[in-house]
């Protein structure tokens, strides 16, 4: 059972998925209106599928530890960038925020006891990991770039072979 601490902090976690999942789609809907960039477009998308499964997860686990799961109002994101970079730039500043969330998220467990959910938890906790790093490798490549239209060509091909990691255990 879940204490109402713990219940409030997760259900926030839920928002913090939620409105990632609606961050990404915003730079994935943008991305297609931008001519040739269509596996950076995949990309987007694929990585806001990714957050609604983490927030799927969260729901869950939730109900399941006899909680009540809240579906919460999202904020309207941003609809245009500067640039890729631009956006790439923002994806990184997202998740360094999603991840600090999660760590204090892990703390408060820590805090109630909660051994059950701290263990929960630890996929987050791996899964930032990944896509922090990769937000960065991502946003390294595009620094190498810089504004050679040709670079960009190869970081659209190169991108098609990049996995958001995750998405497929929630
Ligand atoms: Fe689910 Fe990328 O944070």
């Not at 730079?27 to 990309?43: K, L, R, V, Y």
């Not at 694929?46 to 499964?53: A, F, V, W």
């Amino acid at each position: 059972m879940l204490s109402k601490t713990i219940e409030a902090a997760l259900n926030e976690q839920v928002k913090i998925e939620a409105q990632s999942s609606q961050v990404y789609l915003a730079m994935a809907s943008w991305a297609e209106g931008q001519p040739g960039i269509d596996n950076i477009t995949q990309f987007f998308y694929r990585h806001s599928d990714e957050e609604r499964m983490h927030m799927l997860k969260l729901v869950h686990f939730i109900n399941e530890r006899g909680g009540t799961a809240v579906i919460p109002s999202l904020e309207k994101p941003k609809e245009a960038f500067d640039s890729i970079k631009q956006a790439f730039k923002e994806l990184l500043e997202h998740e360094i925020m999603v991840s600090e969330s999660i760590n204090k998220l892990v703390d408060i467990t820590l805090g109630e006891k909660d051994y059950a959910t701290y263990n929960f938890l630890q996929w987050y906790v791996a899964e930032q990991i990944e896509e922090e790093a990769l937000a960065r490798t991502l946003n390294d490549k595009l620094e190498l770039i810089g504004e050679e239209k040709s670079g960009l060509y190869l970081f659209d091909r190169d991108i098609l072979n990049v996995n958001v990691e995750g998405g497929d255990e929630a």
